[in-house]
């Protein structure tokens, strides 16, 4: 069709909706019922998957998930009353830099601010946690804004967007005809969608501070994931003949087994990382936001080490550290702009000091990582992890002890092997894991979560039976909330009380329930029964639940300090 006045073609907002998505690769979308019910037929027209979620921050979630492991955008949708609900889950996509574009539907102008039911303002909501957030009222808008919103949510440091559709469901604007403005490129149906390098003058600066360094170490970050810089890394690392230590996000950046991986750094960490970071005399930040995880509280670096930055954000560059040599770039095209700019080093003495470190934490953690003991210690839950990993799985991590334990134990030998890991949210693991098995269903996704995070959406295993989304999830299951015991116990110091009224829960049974929603299940008591469970779990053809009974009393060690 075409508008009568302009000549210019239409298009009915339901379908721009659906072939936009379509557009940028997007082959599912996560939502709560009632939301652009007309659009979501107009998807299933042009093949795009439906998946129902039981909540709306689940469906959040599950786009987040989608959208790290695809490396492309995501759409998540819900309508007015569950708008809340929706932006809350958007908090861990926007820390994770994750490119999840977010639909609402709200209340049309002429309801606004007269206590319309069920209505609150959604600006507010969105501005905390999104790149954009805009507000469709008029039926032309939604091309535009559509397609801008992809462009946000794939370009710079990647993020959410979010669009705001005249109508409760959206559908007043979804029914209309709207001029067709141009359809996204391709080029942000992609993850990073450009890729510009670092001002060269910047670079040549880097390159003399790195010239000046014996000792340097590239921490690695979240953005560098983003950016699928791991080759870039590697390469740059080898050339330097530098360790490389991790933020959990980027806990994928080497394989185990590579001499110049030191592990995962920061608050959760090993600590033969934060001791190689106490030890170096220059520190590149690669696509690390330098915050106070990676950092211990900003300790490691210590004050007045060099610091060299590439992240594509140039609010990031020197934040933390003053002086600090920034390339604003994309990571994976700064580091090979560095790495065309240096000569190679041979390996030496600091590589040398580096493996000795982490031999040395090896021969710390080998006792407990072989432990028979029951209830089981989950650091052998998280060696009987390592050794069942098919070579081309993803690990999705819940946050807390399920990211400390899988982060610093579970060891990635494949290059193929990915993990994603919550950005602080406790309960996004399982979700996560779903929307990774749907962003690429060909691959094992195995979720690693406790008893207190799988309990936040455990109902989404009614989603997973009836969209067929077949993910294992393994449920480190000690009863409780053991990351905060330690200060629980020091406020009870010298007191009588219950203080498990805080922090334990009633014993459950997770493998029974799974079996309940028409899942596979399996209870795992003893350390040596965990590869035929996993096994099993793998040959169901069916979402699976592993529920592992571990120890209530196991503690994760505190991050190494220097003295």
Same mark, same amino acid.
């Given at each position: 069709?075409?508008?009568?006045?302009?000549?210019?073609?239409?298009?009915?907002?339901?379908?721009?909706?659906?072939?936009?998505?379509?557009?940028?690769?997007?082959?599912?979308?996560?939502?709560?019922?009632?939301?652009?019910?007309?659009?979501?037929?107009?998807?299933?027209?042009?093949?795009?998957?439906?998946?129902? #979620?039981?909540?709306?921050?689940?469906?959040?979630?599950?786009?987040?998930?989608?959208?790290?492991?695809?490396?492309?955008?995501?759409?998540?949708?819900?309508?007015?009353?569950?708008?809340?609900?929706?932006?809350?889950?958007?908090?861990?996509?926007?820390?994770?830099?994750?490119?999840?574009?977010?639909?609402?539907?709200?209340?049309?102008?002429? *309801?606004?601010?007269?206590?319309?039911?069920?209505?609150?303002?959604?600006?507010?909501?969105?501005?905390?946690?999104?790149?954009?957030?805009?507000?469709?009222?008029?039926? $032309?808008?939604?091309?535009?804004?559509?397609?801008?919103?992809?462009?946000?949510?794939?370009?710079?440091?990647?993020?959410?967007?979010?669009?705001?559709?005249?109508?409760?469901?959206?559908?007043?604007?979804?029914?209309? +005809?709207?001029?067709?403005?141009?359809?996204?490129?391709?080029?942000?149906?992609?993850?990073?969608?450009?890729?510009?390098?670092?001002?060269?003058?910047?670079?040549?600066?880097?390159?003399?501070?790195?010239?000046? =360094?014996? %000792?340097?170490?590239?921490?690695?970050?979240?953005?560098?994931?983003?950016?699928?810089?791991?080759?870039?890394? !590697?390469?740059? =690392?080898?050339?330097?003949?530098?360790?490389?230590?991790?933020?959990?996000?980027?806990?994928?950046?080497?394989?185990?087994?590579?001499?110049?991986?030191?592990?995962?750094?920061?608050?959760?960490?090993?600590?033969?990382?934060?001791?190689?970071?106490?030890?170096?005399?220059?520190?590149?930040?690669?696509?690390?936001?330098?915050?106070?995880?990676?950092?211990?509280?900003?300790?490691?670096?210590?004050?007045?080490?060099?610091?060299?930055?590439?992240?594509?954000?140039?609010?990031?560059?020197? %934040?933390?550290?003053?002086?600090?040599?920034?390339?604003?770039? $994309?990571?994976?095209?700064?580091?090979? !702009?560095?790495?065309?700019?240096?000569? #190679? %080093?041979?390996?030496?003495?600091?590589?040398?000091?580096?493996?000795?470190?982490? #031999?040395?934490?090896?021969? *710390?953690?080998?006792?407990?990582?072989?432990?028979?003991?029951?209830?089981?210690?989950? *650091?052998?839950?998280?060696?009987?992890?390592? =050794?069942?990993?098919?070579? +081309?799985?993803?690990?999705?991590?819940?946050?807390?002890?399920?990211?400390?334990?899988?982060?610093?134990?579970? *060891?990635?030998?494949?290059? %193929?092997?990915?993990?994603?890991?919550?950005?602080?949210?406790?309960?996004?693991?399982?979700?996560?894991?779903?929307?990774?098995?749907?962003?690429?269903?060909?691959?094992?996704?195995?979720?690693?979560?406790? $008893?207190?995070?799988?309990?936040?959406?455990?109902?989404?295993?009614?989603?997973?039976?009836?969209?067929?989304?077949?993910?294992?999830?393994?449920?480190?299951?000690?009863?409780?909330?053991?990351?905060?015991?330690?200060?629980? $116990?020091?406020?009870?110091?010298?007191?009588?009380?219950?203080?498990?009224?805080?922090?334990?829960?009633?014993?459950?049974?997770?493998?029974?329930?799974?079996?309940?929603?028409?899942?596979?299940?399996?209870?795992?008591?003893?350390?040596? +029964?965990?590869?035929?469970?996993?096994?099993?779990?793998?040959?169901?053809?069916?979402?699976?639940?592993?529920?592992?009974?571990?120890?209530?009393?196991?503690?994760?060690?505190?991050?190494?300090?220097? !003295?």
């Amino acid at each position: 069709m075409t508008h009568p006045a302009t000549q210019i073609p239409t298009m009915k907002g339901a379908r721009y909706i659906a072939e936009a998505a379509l557009a940028v690769g997007i082959d599912h979308v996560f939502f709560v019922d009632a939301v652009l019910r007309r659009a979501l037929v107009e998807m299933e027209e042009v093949g795009i998957r439906r998946v129902l #979620a039981r909540s709306e921050k689940a469906a959040a979630y599950m786009a987040d998930g989608y959208s790290r492991a695809a490396r492309r955008p995501a759409l998540c949708m819900a309508q007015s009353v569950g708008a809340a609900n929706l932006a809350a889950g958007l908090q861990d996509a926007f820390l994770g830099q994750s490119s999840v574009v977010a639909l609402t539907g709200r209340k049309p102008p002429i *309801e606004q601010y007269r206590n319309a039911y069920q209505e609150i303002p959604h600006e507010p909501l969105f501005s905390a946690v999104t790149k954009m957030s805009a507000r469709v009222d008029l039926p $032309d808008q939604l091309p535009l804004l559509l397609r801008q919103a992809f462009r946000v949510a794939t370009t710079g440091r990647p993020g959410p967007a979010h669009l705001d559709i005249n109508g409760m469901t959206g559908d007043t604007t979804a029914m209309a +005809d709207c001029l067709l403005a141009a359809m996204p490129e391709a080029s942000f149906g992609r993850v990073p969608a450009f890729r510009p390098p670092a001002d060269p003058a910047m670079v040549a600066a880097a390159v003399a501070a790195i010239g000046q =360094a014996r %000792r340097p170490v590239l921490v690695v970050g979240t953005g560098a994931m983003a950016s699928a810089a791991e080759g870039a890394v !590697q390469a740059l =690392a080898e050339r330097l003949s530098a360790p490389v230590v991790a933020a959990l996000d980027a806990k994928a950046v080497l394989v185990e087994q590579h001499p110049l991986n030191g592990g995962i750094v920061g608050t959760y960490s090993r600590s033969c990382a934060n001791r190689i970071v106490a030890e170096a005399d220059l520190v590149i930040f690669v696509g690390c936001d330098t915050g106070d995880q990676v950092t211990s509280n900003w300790v490691l670096p210590a004050p007045g080490i060099p610091v060299v930055q590439v992240d594509p954000d140039p609010a990031e560059l020197g %934040r933390s550290y003053p002086g600090t040599i920034g390339l604003q770039a $994309d990571v994976r095209a700064g580091l090979e !702009q560095l790495a065309a700019a240096l000569p #190679a %080093r041979p390996s030496g003495g600091w590589a040398a000091r580096a493996q000795a470190l982490v #031999a040395e934490w090896r021969a *710390e953690t080998a006792p407990a990582l072989a432990s028979p003991s029951t209830p089981i210690r989950p *650091e052998r839950l998280c060696a009987e992890l390592t =050794a069942a990993l098919p070579e +081309d799985a993803i690990l999705v991590a819940d946050t807390g002890y399920s990211s400390q334990w899988s982060g610093t134990l579970v *060891e990635l030998r494949s290059p %193929r092997q990915r993990y994603l890991r919550a950005a602080g949210s406790l309960g996004w693991g399982f979700p996560g894991a779903l929307g990774a098995k749907c962003a690429l269903p060909d691959r094992p996704v195995v979720a690693f979560t406790g $008893d207190g995070g799988f309990m936040y959406h455990m109902v989404e295993l009614e989603t997973a039976r009836r969209c067929g989304i077949h993910t294992i999830t393994v449920v480190n299951n000690n009863g409780c909330l053991a990351q905060g015991a330690r200060s629980i $116990d020091a406020a009870y110091e010298g007191r009588n009380g219950n203080k498990n009224e805080i922090y334990v829960f009633h014993p459950m049974d997770f493998a029974a329930v799974a079996r309940s929603m028409d899942c596979f299940g399996v209870r795992v008591e003893d350390p040596a +029964d965990f590869q035929d469970a996993f096994a099993a779990a793998a040959r169901a053809g069916r979402p699976a639940v592993i529920d592992v009974v571990t120890d209530p009393a196991a503690r994760a060690p505190l991050g190494w300090l220097p !003295q």
